[in-house]
């Protein structure tokens, strides 16, 4: 097998795996897209993007993308990078506004800010109707850094 006939073997999988994507987003009833932002130990930035769906009564998650941050990367540059892996997905602005009801994400201002945050972005651009929530696992574990300090509690 040569280095060519490789490569076309990964762009056809590619090609396959979009194509089941693109056939469960349009037989789901919603879908909710997660996102996180991780700085690894060289300082660089990386933004994890995760869809889930419910077909059948049955949660399936896909990963869309770990895509790297340019440095100093405000929230419009996020937002871009984040339409652009949803349309990469084969999800067009239709199938987005129809189908995307939830956004999750931790609480980095980035995402979550009341102002311009990605959410709120998201949400004056392309889906009206959106719900932005904020990880629950994440909110417990700075609850628990609060209250471990009291003594009936630790």
Avoid at 107 to 128: D, F, I, T
Avoid at 129 to 152: C, G
Wanted: net charge positive.
């Amino acid at each position: 097998m040569s280095v060519t006939s490789r490569w076309e073997w990964v762009k056809y999988l590619a090609q396959v795996e979009n194509d089941d994507l693109k056939e469960k987003i349009e037989n789901s009833r919603f879908l909710a897209l997660y996102f996180d932002e991780v700085t690894y130990m060289d300082n660089t930035s990386w933004i994890y993007m995760s869809i889930y769906m419910v077909n059948e009564h049955t949660r399936h998650s896909y990963l869309l993308g770990i895509k790297k941050m340019r440095e100093n990367s405000k929230t419009e540059k996020v937002y871009e990078l984040v339409l652009n892996s949803l349309k990469e997905s084969c999800m067009n602005h239709l199938i987005i506004a129809k189908y995307l009801v939830c956004v999750g994400a931790d609480g980095a201002s980035l995402l979550q800010e009341q102002r311009n945050g990605l959410c709120v972005r998201l949400k004056l651009s392309s889906l009206p109707y959106m719900v932005n929530i904020h990880y629950m696992a994440h909110r417990m574990n700075l609850a628990f850094t609060i209250v471990r300090k009291f003594p009936s509690f630790s």
